[in-house]
């Protein structure tokens, strides 16, 4: 099994920066990548950003490209997400998850975090 626990999440003006964390453990070698997704109310669950441990693979979703960026601590097992020029649309909750390969499909991510609420006013 493998423990992901997100934190970070807040409110924030629009044009502001939040950073989130996901720490991993447990049988963490058992994962090739970790994804964040976002739920808004209403919305499907999509993916925001991927990166991998150490195969070099990141993804960027288009709507957020030049604005997060994707980074990670292997001897930590934290991976980050650093938000900045947020919009009142990046408001959802952010998850952080693990897969085994690459994939921007949510169904391939098989550990999930508890979520952390982003909102982001107007």
């Known amino acids: 099994q493998v423990q992901l626990v997100e934190s970070g999440g807040g409110l924030v003006q629009a044009g502001g920066s939040l950073r989130l964390s996901c720490a991993a453990s447990?049988?963490?070698?058992?994962?090739?990548?970790m994804g964040w997704f976002r739920q808004a109310p209403g919305k499907e669950r999509e993916i925001v950003v991927g990166?991998?441990?150490?195969?070099?693979?990141?993804y960027y979703a288009d709507s957020v490209k030049g604005r997060f960026t994707i980074s990670k601590d292997n001897a930590k097992g934290t991976v980050y997400l650093q938000m900045n020029s947020l919009k009142p649309e990046d408001t959802a909750v952010y998850y952080c998850?693990?897969?085994?390969?690459?994939?921007?499909?949510?169904?391939?991510?098989?550990?999930w975090g508890q979520g952390t609420q982003v909102t982001v006013s107007s």
């Open positions: 998850a693990a897969a085994n390969q690459p994939t921007m499909s949510a169904g391939a991510y098989q550990y």
């Open positions: 447990g049988r963490t070698f058992s994962t090739g990548v």
């Open positions: 990166i991998g441990w150490s195969n070099g693979w990141t």
